[in-house]
C-alpha cells in the first residue's frame, strides 16, 4: 500500500507487499507504453490487453505517460484503441506537454517558441498558448527539443545551436539517450540534446521536463487527479526513478529492458515498490518479503542469503519464480545498502531458470 512521501524516499531495502490487488490499492495507474502495453514495433505485450481491460472495469482509472513527444495524445490513443485498449486524448500524458507547461511558465502567452522536434511538441505548445517557428531568425524567445524521429533533418539541429548560441532559454523534453524501435535501439532526444550542446560549446544546460524529472510527474497528476497513483514501467532509469522523485509507488514489469540481474543490483532511486512478470500483476496483491534471521529474505517457498560476495537461493518446494526474484531483491538490497549491489547472482538466478 502507499506510504507518507517522507517514508517513500527512504531507500527500500525489499520490495513491499499487498494484502489486496494493486488496482483496488491505488486509484490510477501510470503506465509507460514502450516495453509496458507494447512492443516497441507496435504490437500488444501478451496479457496486457485483458490485463487493462480488467483493472479498468475494476474501477482503476489508467493513464499512459510518456517521454516520446513525437506522437500526439490523438494518435497514442488511436493506437492504443486499436490494440484493444480504448482509450481518449485526455488519458494520455506526454513529455510535450510537460516541457510546454515549464515554458508558458517563464515566457509570456504568445510568445514564438522555436521547436526542434515533432507534430507532438507543436501541439503542446499551441495547447498552452505558445506559437511553434522553424527557425531561429522567426524571433523566437525559446527553444525546445523533443524526439523529432529518425528521420530528423540535420538543419533543425543547427537551428537549435544558432538559437541556444545567441542565448535564448533552452528546453527539452526528456534526455533518454535511446529509443527502441522496430528494427532495434536508435539514438533518443537525449542524443539529440548533446549535439546541440556540443555545438554550442556546452556553455548552456536546458531546463527538461520528462521522466524521471518531477515536472513529469506533476504534469501526470494535474491531468489525472490522481489520488494513490501507482507508476507502473518497465525502466529503472525513467519510470521507477521518475516514481521515486515523485514520492509515489511503482511496480516493474519484466516484459522490457529490465532483466532480473539488474534489478539485484539497483541503486535505491531505482527500486520499485513491487515487481511483476507483466501486467497482470495489476489484478493481484503481492506476498510479502520477511527478514528471516542471519541476513535472510524469505517470499513464498523461498529463502534468499548473501554467503560472502555470492547470492545463494533456497526452496522448499517452491514454484512461484517471481517470489524467488522478490525474496533476492530482499537479500541483495539490504547487503547494498545505500550503493549498487555487485554480488553474483549467476547460480542464483539460473536456480530460477533466469
Known sequence: MARDGQERRTWRSRPGGSAVALSEAYDTALLDLDGVVYFAGGAAIPHAVPALGAARDGGMRLAYVTNNALRTPDAVAAHLTELGVPAEAGDVVTSAQAVARLIAEDVPEGSRVLVVGGEGLRVALRERGLVPVESADDGPVAVVQGYGGP???????????????????????????????????????????????????????????????????????????????????????????????????????????????????????????????????????????????????????????????????????????????????????????AGACGLDAGKALARLGL
Open 151 to 337: 528521420d530528423m533533418a540535420w538543419g533543425r539541429f543547427a537551428e537549435a545551436a544558432y538559437a541556444v548560441g545567441r542565448g535564448l532559454p533552452w528546453y527539452a523534453s526528456n534526455t533518454d539517450l535511446t529509443i527502441p524501435g522496430a528494427r532495434g535501439i536508435g539514438p533518443g532526444n537525449g542524443a539529440a540534446v548533446e549535439v546541440v550542446r556540443i555545438a554550442t560549446g556546452g556553455r548552456a544546460e536546458p531546463k527538461v521536463a520528462g521522466k524521471p524529472l518531477p515536472p513529469m510527474h506533476r504534469e501526470t497528476v494535474l491531468r489525472t487527479g490522481a489520488e494513490r497513483p501507482l507508476v507502473v514501467g518497465d525502466r529503472l532509469d525513467t519510470d521507477i526513478e521518475g516514481a521515486f522523485n515523485g514520492g509515489v509507488d511503482s511496480l516493474l514489469v519484466l516484459t522490457g529492458v529490465t532483466d532480473v540481474a539488474a534489478l539485484l543490483a539497483a541503486v535505491p532511486e531505482h527500486r520499485p515498490t513491487y515487481v511483476a512478470a507483466d501486467l497482470r500483476g495489476l489484478l493481484t496483491g503481492q506476498p510479502e518479503v520477511v527478514a528471516d534471521g542471519d541476513g535472510a529474505f524469505r517470499c513464498g517457498r523461498w529463502r534468499a542469503s548473501v554467503s560472502g560476495e555470492r547470492l545463494v537461493l533456497e526452496d522448499s518446494g517452491g514454484t512461484d519464480v517471481l517470489d524467488g526474484v522478490r525474496a533476492l531483491c530482499g537479500a541483495a538490497w539490504t547487503r547494498a545498502g
